[in-house]
Nanobody, 124 residues
């Protein structure tokens, strides 16, 4: 089992950057694929980015491709989401998620473990 804690959210101006971190408990973090999802007010939670357990395969939603970068540090039990060129439509609560597996997974139904979420607000 793994517990996830996100940090790094906050307020940014359009065009700015934020870096989200997801700290994981447990000793088998290297066996977990990670994902980032977000939920804007009044909207469904949506996929943002995913990375496989080894950190060698990455997949992004079209809406963030070229602006966001997901990474995973198995030695530090952390996953990160670097968000650049932020837009007001990126405003949402961002969640990290984890599941055992060697591939990457883009459906929230694939994930067993979730963090509590961190708010990102982008002003225009």
């Amino acid at each position: 089992q793994v517990q996830l804690v996100e940090s790094g959210g906050g307020l940014a101006q359009a065009g700015g950057s934020l870096r989200l971190s997801c700290a994981a408990s447990g000793r088998t973090f290297s066996s977990y694929a990670m994902g980032w999802f977000r939920q804007a007010p009044g909207k469904e939670r949506e996929f943002v980015a995913a990375i496989n357990s080894r950190g060698s395969i990455i997949f992004y939603a079209d809406s963030v491709k070229g602006r966001f970068a997901i990474s995973k540090d198995n030695a530090k039990n952390t996953a990160s989401l670097q968000m650049n060129s932020l837009k007001p439509e990126d405003t949402a609560v961002y969640y990290c998620a984890a599941r055992l597996g060697t591939w990457y997974y883009s459906s929230q139904l694939d994930y067993n473990y979730w963090g509590q979420g961190t708010q990102v607000t982008v002003s225009s």
